[in-house]
Antibody, heavy 126, light 108 residues
Framework: EVQLEESGGGLVQPGGSLRLSCAAS????????VHWVRQVPGMGLVWVSR????????SYADSVQGRFTISRDTAKNTVHLQINSLRAEDTAVYFC????????????????????WGKGTTVTVS | DIQMTQSPSSLAASIGDRVIIACRASQSISTYLNWYQHKPGKAPDLLIYAASRLRSGVPSRFSGSGSGTDFTLTISSLQPEDFATYYCQQSYNVPPLTFGGGTRVEIK
């Protein structure tokens, strides 16, 4: 079965750090873009970061740029999110998701939908 | 950044009702629009991609339509397992990927 499982969340003081992990099973992460999305309690989904299939290209939301770092460990089939200088507003459930390898026939652009998600790991900054 | 606006933010409906959720983009996104269902404590689940393509295994009571800036998700006959929050997401101009604020579907 194709699955993603997040880990590494916890309670941390403001200014602290955590390393979140997203482990894939049932498929190889190689070649897939992987995203992190978070949900503040009572609020909606917000995109945080992404990494390409080779680990060469990364992107971040403005709110986390310079504090968060996404990386991948191909040998362990895992993607990490290093989160530093944590703030109260970073308190959220963090989900990882796989972007489907599906492209528009005419343009060749990725359709950009996330077809496999984990159940999330909770980060509390207090 | 492209802003996504969903309406309504919540609705109450009965089993068997037809439910329509709207999503508007701040600029044209062609059909690069995806819909997800999310239940508390669970992983979000893809329902519709590329505006109108039903993901394999998703019940046919779900459908999506629209292009450009205006999109809709329709549930033709609401079932008990459909009570959840629904999100639209644009993938036309990234980064950042952007989601709508969500529509919570509750039992009337």
């Amino acid at each position: 079965e194709v699955q993603l499982e997040e880990s590494g969340g916890g309670l941390v003081q403001p200014g602290g750090s955590l390393r979140l992990s997203c482990a894939a099973s049932g498929f190889s992460f190689r070649g897939y873009w992987v995203h992190w999305v978070r949900q503040v309690p009572g609020m909606g989904l917000v995109w945080v970061s992404r990494i390409d299939g080779d680990g060469r290209r990364t992107s971040y939301a403005d709110s986390v740029q310079g504090r968060f770092t996404i990386s991948r460990d191909t040998a362990k089939n895992t993607v990490h999110l290093q989160i530093n200088s944590l703030r109260a507003e970073d308190t959220a459930v963090y989900f990882c998701a796989r972007e489907a390898a599906d492209h528009d026939f005419w343009s060749g652009y990725s359709l950009g939908y996330m077809d496999v998600w984990g159940k999330g790991t909770t980060v509390t900054v207090s | 950044d492209i802003q996504m606006t969903q309406s309504p933010s919540s609705l109450a409906a009965s089993i068997g009702d037809r439910v329509i959720i709207a999503c508007r983009a701040s600029q044209s996104i062609s059909t690069y629009l995806n819909w997800y269902q999310h239940k508390p404590g669970k992983a979000p689940d893809l329902l519709i991609y590329a505006a109108s393509r039903l993901r394999s295994g998703v019940p046919s009571r779900f459908s999506g339509s629209g292009s450009g800036t205006d999109f809709t998700l329709t549930i033709s006959s609401l079932q008990p397992e459909d009570f959840a929050t629904y999100y639209c997401q644009q993938s036309y101009n990234v980064p950042p990927l952007t989601f709508g604020g969500g529509t919570r579907v509750e039992i009337k």
